[in-house]
């Protein structure tokens, strides 16, 4: 799909509005806070996505030891004698 090809007004293409001597620097620093911000954020989310990994290592505990009740060999060895 094409898009319409938009011309600006004829008189607002002349006209100029200066600049003041501290509006580059306004916008210079704008553009930095800009950065810092995003930067914070892509910071922000790798530190939860770490965060979020280690809570899901710890909600699921690793045990070497298997249950004292379960198993087919803990209940072989568990049946009463044949005699």
Known sequence: M????VRPHPGL??????MKP????????????KLALATF???LDAFEQR???V???VEQPVTENPLADG???YQR????ADG
């Open 2 to 5: 094409l898009m319409p090809i």
């Open 13 to 18: 293409a002349s006209t100029r509005v200066a």
């Open 22 to 33: 501290g509006d580059e620097r306004r916008t210079e620093e704008l553009g930095h806070l």
């Open 41 to 43: 954020a892509l910071q």
């Open 51 to 53: 965060t979020h990994e």
């Open 55 to 57: 809570l899901l290592a």
């Open 71 to 73: 198993g087919p060999a």
């Open 77 to 80: 060895d568990r049946r009463p």
